[in-house]
């Protein structure tokens, strides 16, 4: 029996995936916070659940089966019963910044007056101070955060389901994530896998966990095959994270045997991998011509398992040498971003056009606004279905970061 993850490849025929539909997160917030909360801009809410809902639809019409984020966990929190709920509950409050004390006291009563789906949804889209009759005495709050405006900061991130965890394998990884404004997220995961019925007791590695020292992000994880992951050293993930992680899956007989690790600029825009390199068939896959030197170079890591059960790690440089040993094959195509133009490889970088969704080998979903890129796959042979991307794009991720594949059929 296939397991509720079950991820071999990143190509395999797509059969569940985990999104999340954007919520009030993703306008709860100033300009001013912009940058700590790695937006680029606010979205306009009605139209990008519109352009999600597209997405979500063009999914369905493929075949997959589309499960929503905040209905797992609310699911998940009502098996668990009142317990469950409340120490969720207490945990989110700690890693929110209050540990005990007052506040604690009275976001927790707040919170736990409510319906759990009420609660879920409040959480993520943030708690403001006006909304509660109490003011805070103490000197945090009196003397350095008077105006400002919420207890618990909106999570707008959410919408990119990639990140926080990881499908590898029948497992994932569950991740501890770079900075403050994500780090909260993957508590949602990890409740799912512990308490939902559908992955509780189900037999599922957690690889690793987010109390993990180094981070790491799903939009760096790759699976090539079900021998080969390619991971991200970037701005989001660590090399300690990726030899953690490599240790773990040889030590735990995952059937992995090598991990790829490929080394981006560390920076907003190509903030994980998948924002420059994505794999769209057993043989092609998208790039950034912006993250490649001269004649294609790049440095990249193969680590594998010695004998004796260290880690052996090989530099090189070329990655269309390095994919075709990793990967058994004899040529593939590298399809550059924007055809290769500087300008407008740049510009649809940056709206996401090397992030494509596989959704079978040689089937990918992409943002419409890339359209040069678009055409440029088509050429290659690929089949592109387009969604809307107007707003969602403000949020720097695309399909594949709006995306958590659970399960896929194997190749
Ligand atoms: N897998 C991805 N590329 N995710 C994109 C995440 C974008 C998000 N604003 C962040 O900075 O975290």
Request: charged letters at 25%; aromatic letters at 6%; one cysteine or more.
């Given at each position: 029996?296939?397991?509720?993850?079950?991820?071999?490849?990143?190509?395999?025929?797509?059969?569940?995936?985990?999104?999340?539909?954007?919520?009030?997160?993703?306008?709860?917030?100033?300009?001013?916070?912009?940058?700590?909360?790695?937006?680029?801009?606010?979205?306009?809410?009605?139209?990008?659940?519109?352009?999600?809902?597209?997405?979500?639809?063009?999914?369905?019409?493929?075949?997959?089966?589309?499960?929503?984020?905040?209905?797992?966990?609310?699911?998940?929190?009502?098996?668990?019963?009142?317990?469950?709920?409340?120490?969720?509950?207490?945990?989110?409050?700690?890693?929110?910044?209050?540990?005990?004390?007052?506040?604690?006291?009275?976001?927790?009563?707040?919170?736990?007056?409510?319906?759990?789906?009420?609660?879920?949804?409040?959480?993520?889209?943030?708690?403001?101070?006006?909304?509660?009759?109490?003011?805070?005495?103490?000197?945090?709050?009196?003397?350095?955060?008077?105006?400002?405006?919420?207890?618990?900061?909106?999570?707008?991130?959410?919408?990119?389901?990639?990140?926080?965890?990881a499908?590898i394998?029948?497992?994932?990884s569950?991740?501890?994530?770079?900075?403050?404004?994500?780090?909260?997220?993957?508590?949602?995961?990890?409740?799912?896998?512990?308490?939902?019925?559908?992955?509780?007791?189900?037999?599922?590695?957690?690889w690793r966990?987010?109390?993990?020292?180094g981070r790491i992000e799903g939009g760096d994880e790759l699976v090539l095959?079900?021998t080969v992951i390619a991971i991200g050293v970037s701005e989001r993930t660590s090399a300690q994270a990726i030899e953690d992680i490599a240790r773990r899956l040889f030590?735990?007989?995952?059937?992995f045997e090598k991990v790829l690790a490929i080394r981006i600029p560390h920076?907003?825009?190509m903030?994980h991998l998948d924002?420059v390199f994505?794999m769209?068939?057993?043989?092609?896959?998208?790039?950034?011509?912006?993250i490649l030197?001269?004649?294609?170079q790049i440095d990249t890591w193969t680590i594998t398992e010695?004998?004796?059960?260290d880690l052996r790690v090989d530099h090189q440089t070329d990655l269309?040498q390095v994919l075709?040993d990793a990967l058994?094959?004899?040529?593939?195509?590298?399809?550059?971003?924007?055809?290769?133009?500087?300008?407008?490889?740049?510009?649809?970088?940056?709206?996401?056009?090397?992030?494509?969704?596989?959704?079978?080998?040689?089937?990918?979903?992409?943002?419409?606004?890339?359209?040069?890129?678009?055409?440029?796959?088509?050429?290659?042979?690929?089949?592109?279905?387009?969604?809307?991307?107007?707003?969602?794009?403000?949020?720097?991720?695309?399909?594949?970061?709006?995306?958590?594949?659970?399960?896929?059929?194997?190749?």
């Amino acid at each position: 029996m296939t397991k509720p993850i079950h991820v071999t490849s990143e190509i395999g025929k797509l059969d569940v995936v985990m999104l999340k539909r954007p919520g009030a997160e993703v306008e709860n917030f100033t300009p001013e916070m912009m940058p700590r909360l790695l937006f680029d801009d606010i979205p306009y809410l009605p139209i990008a659940q519109k352009e999600h809902d597209n997405f979500a639809d063009t999914l369905r019409e493929n075949g997959v089966e589309v499960l929503y984020l905040e209905k797992l966990v609310v699911e998940a929190l009502d098996a668990g019963g009142s317990e469950l709920k409340a120490s969720f509950l207490d945990q989110m409050l700690t890693e929110s910044g209050y540990a005990a004390g007052v506040i604690h006291h009275v976001l927790e009563d707040y919170l736990l007056s409510m319906t759990t789906t009420d609660m879920v949804v409040k959480l993520m889209a943030g708690v403001r101070k006006n909304e509660l009759d109490f003011v805070p005495q103490d000197l945090v709050s009196a003397a350095e955060e008077q105006n400002y405006p919420f207890f618990l900061d909106p999570m707008p991130n959410l919408y990119f389901t990639r990140d926080p965890a990881a499908s590898i394998g029948d497992g994932l990884s569950i991740n501890h994530m770079t900075f403050p404004a994500r780090q909260r997220e993957s508590l949602f995961m990890t409740t799912i896998i512990e308490h939902h019925p559908r992955f509780a007791n189900q037999g599922l590695n957690v690889w690793r966990d987010r109390n993990q020292p180094g981070r790491i992000e799903g939009g760096d994880e790759l699976v090539l095959s079900n021998t080969v992951i390619a991971i991200g050293v970037s701005e989001r993930t660590s090399a300690q994270a990726i030899e953690d992680i490599a240790r773990r899956l040889f030590e735990k007989q995952s059937g992995f045997e090598k991990v790829l690790a490929i080394r981006i600029p560390h920076n907003h825009a190509m903030m994980h991998l998948d924002t420059v390199f994505t794999m769209i068939n057993h043989d092609q896959f998208t790039v950034h011509p912006g993250i490649l030197g001269e004649g294609g170079q790049i440095d990249t890591w193969t680590i594998t398992e010695d004998s004796s059960g260290d880690l052996r790690v090989d530099h090189q440089t070329d990655l269309k040498q390095v994919l075709k040993d990793a990967l058994g094959l004899d040529d593939l195509d590298l399809i550059p971003t924007g055809g290769g133009d500087p300008i407008i490889a740049d510009r649809e970088q940056w709206n996401d056009g090397s992030n494509t969704l596989a959704i079978a080998p040689g089937v990918v979903v992409t943002y419409n606004r890339n359209y040069v890129s678009n055409q440029v796959l088509r050429e290659h042979g690929l089949k592109v279905l387009e969604v809307l991307s107007s707003e969602l794009s403000r949020g720097r991720g695309g399909p594949r970061c709006m995306s958590m594949p659970l399960v896929r059929e194997d190749l």
